[in-house]
């Protein structure tokens, strides 16, 4: 079956650093996609990795191991707005978005 | 950027009431359109895949008959919540597919439908 995990929720504090893992297994990897949900809003796009390596955009930064089925999505200097849950997402073989259940990040002043 | 319409944003309405949910494409044809729902602190579920001209495929566990897809148009996929009861609210999010390639991202999401049925 298809699998995707990451933690269910995090804290960190304000200023500070966090990193959201997330593993997966699929049928197929066409890209791995972070999104980004606020509380009864639909889900934004932050990030998207198809090949090994690290893609900085401003404060996030996303890693992809594609040999380790492994991704993870970087936070600096966290600011409040950034409570938020974040998504972890396959693109399978049959290009079907497989969604881990997300995580729940919770900023402290 | 690709757009992606929904509408309505929040509905209220009696218990036995049918509820229809526009998803509309804005600046790219989508031939496969989404349909998800999202309880309280859950994650998203996909109830539907909908494809043009053709009838939806429902996920494991969700009647096809109260939640009615239709996919008419290239930019126009609908889903009506049919004879609506309490257990029915949610928040509903739709999306669609973008072939185009822009900016990467395979699903656009509209901004989603929080329903209360009373």
């Known amino acids: 079956g298809q699998n995707i995990d990451q933690p269910t929720e995090m804290t960190a504090t304000e200023g500070a650093i966090v990193q959201i893992n997330c593993t997966y297994q699929?049928?197929?990897?066409?890209?791995l996609f972070w999104y980004q949900q606020h509380a009864g809003e639909a889900p934004t796009f932050l990030s998207y990795n198809v090949l090994d390596g690290l893609e900085e955009k401003g404060r996030f930064s996303s890693f992809l191991s594609r040999s380790k089925g492994y991704s993870y999505l970087l936070l600096k200097e966290l600011q409040m707005k950034d409570s938020a849950s974040y998504l972890c997402a396959v693109l399978d073989s049959n290009y079907q978005l497989i969604w881990g259940a997300g995580t729940k990040l919770i900023i402290k002043p | 950027g690709a757009v992606v319409s929904q509408h309505p944003s929040w509905v209220i309405c009696k218990s036995g009431t049918s509820v229809k949910i526009e998803c509309r494409s804005l600046?790219?044809?989508?031939?496969?359109m989404f349909w998800y729902r999202q309880f309280p602190k859950q994650s998203l579920m996909l109830m539907a895949t909908?494809?043009?001209?053709?009838?939806?495929?429902?996920e494991q566990g969700v009647e096809k008959d109260k939640f009615l897809i239709n996919h008419a148009s290239l930019t126009l996929s609908t889903l009506t919540v049919t004879s609506a009861h309490p257990e029915d609210s949610s928040f509903y999010i739709c999306?669609?597919?973008?072939?185009?390639?822009?900016?990467?991202?395979?699903?656009?999401f509209g901004d989603g439908t929080r329903l209360s049925i009373l």
């Open positions: 909908s494809n043009e001209g053709s009838k939806a495929t429902y």
């Open positions: 600046d790219f044809q989508a031939t496969t």
């Open positions: 699929t049928s197929g990897f066409n890209g």
């Open positions: 999306s669609a597919r973008d072939l185009s390639g822009q900016g990467n991202q395979p699903q656009h």
